[in-house]
């Protein structure tokens, strides 16, 4: 399928918009979807524009490689397309779809690849990355490289569910509401996986690094 070009690594992206927001961003779907079903080929390709960076990340998130991620991405739009006419409005949004088949194909990947661990190569994009520091700023470089480190390190202890948690409410900024009906799990489940995230990141980090990584989650 032709579409956005995706990046190798996904680049640096704020917290994901809330989805009152997203909602309100999107009011053409039912068209756009209308006309896909009438086998409209340029409502296709605008929906893999609008959709596809967002899954990608998501993907990336989860699995923390660039390739898989891709791979994911393409198997899930695929997926939404030949299944479009069984998406249902009155039972949650279209993105919330698209995620809950996202992260259905990252696990079937998993298992594939048999994956539990994974190595990261560099700082998940969970839109809890600040800005590069200032180029003028050595200093602030290095401290910058040491905490991308020492979280890429803390992040690779999680499990892939804890992951899961993780890029779903940090990279697509979504509720724990909207989790839990992506991941199949009660609320409180979802909450209970972020908190536990937390936990076990902040054990994994020293002191001062901890401290950093309280100031990503509020931003």
Not at 96 to 102: A, D, E, R, S
Not at 119 to 144: C, D, I, K, N, Y
Not at 174 to 183: D, G, K, P, Q, V
Request: glycine share 4%; net charge neutral.
């Amino acid at each position: 399928m032709t579409g956005a070009r995706i990046p190798s690594e996904p680049p640096f992206q704020p917290r994901a918009e809330p989805a009152v927001e997203r909602a309100a961003n999107d009011p053409d779907l039912p068209d756009l979807i209308a006309r896909c079903l009438d086998g409209d080929q340029a409502a296709f390709a605008a929906l893999y524009e609008r959709y596809a960076p967002a899954l990608y990340r998501l993907a990336y998130g989860v699995l923390l490689d660039p390739h898989d991620a891709e791979d994911v991405l393409q198997e899930s739009m695929v997926y939404a397309f030949r299944n479009l006419a069984r998406y249902d409005a009155a039972r949650g949004a279209f993105r919330t779809w698209l995620y809950t088949i996202t992260i259905s194909r990252c696990r079937n990947a998993r298992r594939r690849k048999w994956l539990p661990t994974v190595t990261l190569g560099h700082l998940l994009t969970l839109g809890v990355e600040p800005p590069t520091p200032p180029a003028e700023s050595p200093e602030a470089r290095a401290a910058w490289r040491e905490l991308q480190a020492s979280l890429a390190e803390a992040l690779r202890t999680l499990s892939p569910r804890l992951r899961e948690a993780v890029a779903l409410r940090y990279g697509q900024g979504l509720t724990y509401r909207e989790m839990a009906e992506i991941i199949d799990c009660p609320q409180k489940t979802a909450e209970s996986r972020v908190r536990l995230a937390h936990e076990q990141l902040r054990k994994a980090m020293s002191a001062a690094d901890q401290a950093a990584l309280e100031e990503l989650w509020s931003l």
